[in-house]
C-alpha cells in the first residue's frame, strides 16, 4: 500500500538558518504530493502542493520538488524563522489507487524548532 | 467563508461509554474525510463521503465505528463502547478535488 516517510524529528535551528525535512514515498498509482503544516494549537494547515513529476510547490518561503525518480518530496527553506516552530507534515494522495476517495497518508509528522 | 468546524474540542469518555462527535464542512464541498490521529503520530484515515455516500470505510478500527453524513452536508462520527486506544483526535476534512481543508478536530480521551 501507500506510505510516506519522513525525517524524524525533533528538529531544533537557530534563526536564518536552512530547513530541510527530507520525506520519500510509495504509491501504487500517481499520486499527488503535500506539506501540511500544524501550529502550537491549531489545526492542519495546507502548506505546499505539487500534483505531478517535476512540478515544484512553494509558499511562505517553502519549496518542495517533486521527484519521481528518486520517490521524494523534500521540504526546504533558505532561512527559517522563530514563527515556522511547528509540526510538518508529508503526505500524498494516489488518484490511482482505484480507491477514488483521494485520502491523504500522511508521514509521521517532524517537530521544528527555531530559536532566535 | 467559515472553515470546517467540529465539535466538541474535547471530550473525555469513561470506558464502555459511546460518543459522537460532530463534524461541519465548508458549504458546498461535496468531499468529507474523517481521521485519527494518535499521539505524536501523522493522521490516518478512517472514511469518505461523497455527499450523503460513504463511499469508502476501510480505515475504520472496529465495527464499534460508525459514521454518516444524511444530508449530504453535517457528518457524525460515533464511537460505541469505548476503548482506551480511541484516546486521540479525531480530525474532519472537508475537499473540492484533492485539496482538503481540515477541522480544528476533536480531542477524545477515554478514561
Known amino acids: 500500500g501507500d506510505s510516506v516517510t519522513q525525517m524524524e524529528g525533533p528538529v531544533t535551528l537557530s534563526e536564518e538558518a536552512f530547513l530541510t525535512i527530507n520525506c520519500t514515498y510509495t504509491?501504487?498509482?500517481?499520486?499527488?504530493l503535500f506539506w501540511y503544516v500544524q501550529y502550537p494549537g491549531e489545526g492542519l494547515q495546507l502548506l505546499l502542493k505539487?500534483?505531478?513529476?517535476?512540478d515544484k510547490g512553494s509558499n511562505k518561503g517553502f519549496e518542495a520538488t517533486y521527484r519521481k525518480e528518486t520517490t521524494s518530496f523534500h521540504l526546504e527553506k533558505g532561512s527559517v524563522q522563530v514563527s515556522d516552530s511547528a509540526v510538518y507534515f508529508c503526505?500524498?494522495?494516489?488518484?490511482?489507487?482505484?480507491?477514488?476517495?483521494?485520502?491523504?497518508?500522511f508521514g509521521k509528522g517532524t517537530k521544528l524548532s527555531v530559536i532566535p | 467563508g467559515a472553515g470546517v468546524s467540529q465539535s466538541p474540542r474535547y471530550k473525555v469518555a469513561k470506558r464502555g461509554q459511546d460518543v459522537a462527535l460532530r463534524c461541519d464542512p465548508i458549504?458546498?464541498?461535496?468531499?468529507l474525510f474523517w481521521y485519527q490521529q494518535a499521539l505524536g503520530q501523522g493522521p490516518e484515515f478512517l472514511t469518505y463521503?461523497?455527499?450523503?455516500?460513504?463511499?469508502?470505510k476501510s480505515g475504520l478500527p472496529s465495527d464499534r465505528f460508525f459514521a454518516e453524513r444524511p444530508e449530504g452536508s453535517v457528518s457524525t462520527l460515533k464511537i460505541q463502547r469505548t476503548q482506551q486506544e480511541d484516546s486521540a483526535v479525531y480530525l474532519c476534512?472537508?475537499?473540492?478535488?484533492?485539496?482538503?481543508?481540515f477541522g480544528p478536530g476533536t480531542r477524545l480521551t477515554v478514561t
Open positions: 476534512a472537508s475537499s473540492i478535488q484533492y485539496e482538503q481543508y
Open positions: 504509491a501504487t498509482g500517481y499520486p499527488s
Open positions: 505539487a500534483t505531478k513529476a517535476d
Open positions: 503526505a500524498l494522495s494516489d488518484s490511482g489507487s482505484g480507491a477514488g476517495s483521494y485520502q491523504l497518508t
Open positions: 458549504s458546498g464541498h461535496v468531499s
Open positions: 463521503f461523497q455527499n450523503e455516500a460513504q463511499l469508502d
